[in-house]
Structures are given as structure tokens and as C-alpha cells.
């Protein structure tokens, strides 16, 4: 709350208690700086998908909202978002847009990269762009950054980066977008 200087005692933003064995975890942030809300995506079991939001810098968070219907094939039985945090884009068509990068498994063993986003302040989510795998190249865990010139057309322009994890060792996948993900 004062810049850095100091830092107030850790928090758990979410946590289901008991003893069950369960995972919540890979948290996305993202900030809206039109409204200075931070979202925050994650998963319950790599299986279903949550959004939470701060409206005072992370000193509280909103009761979790399901969005797995909105964001995940019926395909898919396994699902990260992130890692790491998404971006809101600043130039093009789809300036505004929140963008997590996120990245599946599919019931036949493919793993695969794909957009979650929200063109309504975090509202709503929904599924944007999927890559799956090709050329040897099976993506993971993906990254994405909005690149300075706008598309052909007027599109914002993302470049999505992810691991490697298939027969291709030691590289990494690219992909681009020219239509906000």
C-alpha cells in the first residue's frame, strides 16, 4: 500500500479447508487499468476454472466465479491457465481486452496452447484462439506479450511463446496473433 516500502502479511486469496486433497493453483493475474481491478484466473484440480477479482490492490478478493463452461473444451481433461500473468491490450481493434494465455491437455494425450479473455472488464470469459500441436511441437506452458504495431486491418497483436513438451526437445513454439488473441 506504500510503493514497496513495505509489505503487508501474506494472504491466502483461496483455499477450500478440510482435508481434502485438492490443488488450487496456477494463478494468472491480470490488472485492468481502466478500472485498477486485478483478476485473477486459476484452477482446481488442473479440471475446472475460477475468476476472482480485487478491487483494493490484493488487500481482498471477490467469492470465486466458475467459468470452466465458458473457457474449456469438453475435450480437454486437463487445463492450466497461465503461468505467469496476462496482459491488457493497449493498441488495435481489441484495445481493453484482458488476455490469459493458458494451455491444455486433450483426451487423446495432445497437449495444446490457447486465449482466455474478457471484453467486458472481467465480466465475463470466454475461449479465444487454440494451438495444438504440429510439427513435433506439442505447447505447454505459454506466455503472451501484446507487440507495439497494430495487425493489417487495424488488430492488436500478440505474441504467444510456450514450452516445449513433446518430441521436439530444446525448442520452444511460437504463434501470433492479428485479432486480439
Known sequence: TNNGATWLPMAVVQEEGGSASITVGNP?????ETTGSI?????????????TVSTNDGI??????EITANVKL?????YATGP???VQLKRGAQAGRLVVSSDHNTTNGVNGAHVVYSDNHGATWQLGAINGSSGGVNPN??????????APGG??????????????SGTRGEAWSTNGG
Open 60 to 65: 481482498t478478493w471477490s467469492a470465486r466465479t
Open 28 to 32: 494468472a493475474p491480470v490488472v485492468d
Open 141 to 150: 506452458e505459454t506466455l503472451c506479450v501484446e507487440l507495439v504495431t497494430t
Open 155 to 168: 488488430g492488436s497483436r500478440i505474441y504467444f511463446n510456450s514450452r516445449e513438451s513433446g518430441s521436439a
Open 74 to 78: 469438453s475435450s480437454w481433461v486437463w
Open 39 to 51: 483478476h485473477l484466473l486459476f484452477c482446481r484440480n488442473n479440471d475446472r476454472v475460477f475468476h
Open 84 to 86: 505467469g500473468h496476462g
